[in-house]
Nanobody, 124 residues
Framework: QVQLVESGGGLVQAGGSLRLSCTTSGFTFSSYPMGWFRQAPGKEREFVAGISSFGSSTNYAESVKGRFTISRDNAKKAVYLQMNSLKPEDTAVYYC?????????????????WGQGTQVTVSS
């Protein structure tokens, strides 16, 4: 079955960096776009970044543009999120997700498969 496992979260001071990784199994990774989402306490899950199946196209939420970079390695069946210049408002559980190849890249409903999430906490 489809499995997505995030890692790399942690506690970092404002202005710092983290790199999240998501390793996958159970599907043909190179055939699917992937995305990163986040959910802060009391808030809805929101889109962070998306990447096409071969990595040629990426898109980002306005709040992270210029600070976060999504990438993928199809040989390793993994997707990454490099997060720089972190802010306290970036604090959330971060999830990677497999896109359904049909819907909008920034819609939660376009992603039928999700990892368990990794906590990112940015202190001020």
């Amino acid at each position: 079955q489809v499995q997505l496992v995030e890692s790399g979260g942690g506690l970092v001071q404002a202005g710092g960096s983290l790199r999240l990784s998501c390793t996958t199994s159970g599907f043909t990774f190179s055939s699917y776009p992937m995305g990163w989402f986040r959910q802060a306490p009391g808030k809805e899950r929101e889109f962070v970044a998306g990447i096409s199946s071969f990595g040629s196209s990426t898109n980002y939420a306005e709040s992270v543009k210029g600070r976060f970079t999504i990438s993928r390695d199809n040989a390793k069946k993994a997707v990454y999120l490099q997060m720089n210049s972190l802010k306290p408002e970036d604090t959330a559980v971060y999830y990677c997700a497999k896109h359904n190849s049909v819907g909008s890249s920034n819609a939660v409903g376009s992603y039928p498969s999700w990892g368990q999430g990794t906590q990112v906490t940015v202190s001020s």
